[in-house]
């Protein structure tokens, strides 16, 4: 009874010490916890979410492009049309802009237009060569 009495004045001490353990025993194999890490400040906070969220933007992505391939290809063709017109209308604009250029331009496509006219349009057996001509290009293109 004595013996029991002794240790539970030993735990009672060594729990107002703040030790857990028994006297007498090896605490020394025990595993031990690692230190409390310190509290993060905002900025650390922000940082890691920061840098967890470049980690994962690939990811991000990759997933993003897969699951919208087709209009995501779509909406880049149309970009590139317009951006592509927008180009050759500056192109244009800045030739027509030269004096003797734009003048000349027009007589070449008045001419060019004039010799397609008298070759083509003006016999039916010219435009049945046409018709003929115009259905071949369009199976090579599209097929049979």
């Known amino acids: 009874m004595e013996t029991e009495q002794q240790q539970r004045e030993s735990i009672n001490a060594s729990l107002s010490q703040g030790t857990l353990a028994l006297e007498g025993t090896d605490t020394a194999n025990l595993p031990k916890l690692p230190p409390a890490p310190e509290p993060e400040s905002q900025w650390q906070q922000i940082s890691r979410q920061f840098s967890q969220f470049l980690e994962q933007l690939p990811e991000y992505l990759g997933s993003f492009f897969n699951n919208y391939k087709q209009p995501l290809t779509t909406v880049g063709l149309i970009l590139a049309a317009i951006v592509t017109a927008k180009i050759v209308l500056a192109v244009l ?22 010799w397609f006219t008298s070759r083509y349009l003006l016999k039916a057996s010219t435009r049945q060569e046409l018709a003929d001509e115009i259905q071949s290009l369009k199976n090579q293109f599209v097929g049979e």
């Open 93 to 114: 604009a800045a030739i027509n802009d030269i004096p003797l250029l734009s003048p000349t331009f027009e007589l070449i496509g008045i001419g060019y237009a004039t």
